[in-house]
T-cell receptor, first 113, second 114 residues
């Protein structure tokens, strides 16, 4: 069974802080993704990576960056947290071949005050 | 511009009856469609998928129908159970395109009443 683990379930940070959200998958998946989920807006793609040290912008990359130094780990970085980044953040991974579904972690609920 | 639309934010159904969740898409390049289920405080879990070469896929109580000419798909749950109460997301992708990124709808909250 695929396991995608997000390091924190809940985080509270102050405006202007640098925030790191960590995600680890145990299935040797090539592709990893960061989404945010907001009420009435569904899931929106922030960044994705299809290989180590590779990254691509999603639909809403502004205010975020990512790091993928190892295949199993994909980090989302909020350079200077703002209140409009209060959200549920979801990491996902999948194999790079065929048409497999995404496997999601349980999410990190981030509150920026 | 929303490429995947779920026009019903919520749906309430009696236990044992059929639940029908609808999804429309605008991009004719989409060739693979998926449904995810999400409980509060958990990540979405994959439910069922369908390729654009099919018009129906069934897995137990869950059936997905695809009408390519109408750019419409639906998820049928029969019979509905209280444990099915969750938010359901429709997603679409073009696997021949940009690494197969999924485009999600905004979700439909299903409530199944005992």
């Amino acid at each position: 069974d695929v396991k995608v683990t997000q390091s924190s379930r809940y985080l509270v940070k102050r405006t202007g802080e640098k925030v790191f959200l960590e995600c680890v998958q145990d299935m040797d998946h090539e592709n990893m993704f960061w989404y945010r989920q907001d009420p009435g807006l569904g899931l929106r793609l922030i960044y994705f990576s299809y290989d180590v040290k590779m990254k691509e912008k999603g639909d809403i990359p502004e205010g975020y960056s990512v790091s993928r130094e190892k295949k199993e780990r994909f980090s989302l970085i909020l350079e200077s947290a703002s209140t409009n980044q209060t959200s549920m953040y979801l990491c996902a991974s999948r194999s790079g071949t065929g048409a497999p579904p995404l496997h999601f972690g349980n999410g990190t609920r981030l509150t920026v005050t | 511009d929303q490429q995947v639309k779920q026009n019903s934010p919520s749906l309430s159904v009696q236990e044992g009856r059929i639940s029908i969740l609808n999804c429309d898409y605008t991009n004719s390049m989409f060739d693979y469609f998926l449904w995810y289920k999400k409980y509060p405080a958990e990540g979405p879990t994959f439910l069922i998928s369908i390729s654009s070469i099919k018009d129906k896929n069934e897995d137990g109580r869950f059936t997905v129908f695809l009408n390519k000419s109408a750019k419409h798909l639906s998820l049928h749950i029969v019979p509905s159970q209280p444990g099915d109460s969750a938010v359901y997301f429709c997603a679409a992708t073009n696997y021949g395109g940009s690494q197969g990124n999924l485009i999600f709808g905004k979700g439909t909250k299903l409530s199944v009443k005992p």
